[in-house]
């Protein structure tokens, strides 16, 4: 019985071997593609990553607006709604009367801005 144990690990093993002998050389073959498609030069190599990065970038910044959009909608902002600059922002709030040097946190920023 133990004989046949032996010999049947010995048998699954050799397959395994075998079957991981063509994995190894599937992959290098793989690998092998991959390298054929990567400019050699680093002008060629470094420009294609730019405009990948660049691509990336401008995937990520779609994303960016449709979830602030989501959430502008969920918050009742409308799409086309313009919160303006922030310069019109605190002359709207002087000629409503609010004054940045009477509150605690706005003198802070303000000193801080000045150092």
């Keep these: 019985m133990e004989k046949d144990t032996l010999e049947t690990i010995a048998q699954r093993l050799d397959r395994l071997e075998k079957i991981m002998t063509e994995v190894n050389q599937k992959l290098s073959e793989i690998v092998e593609q991959m390298e054929l498609d990567v400019p050699k030069d680093r002008e060629t190599a470094s420009a294609l990553k730019g405009a990948e990065t660049l691509k990336n970038d401008k995937q990520d ?7 602030l959009d989501r959430i502008f909608e969920k918050m009742g902002i409308p799409p086309d709604f ?8 605190h002359e709207s709030m002087r000629q409503h009367g ?18």
């Design 61 to 67: 910044a779609h994303r960016a607006q449709e979830a």
């Design 98 to 115: 609010i004054r940045a040097e009477d509150n605690e946190f706005s003198r802070a920023i303000i000193a801080e801005r000045e150092k």
């Design 82 to 89: 313009d919160p303006g600059s922030i310069e019109d922002l």
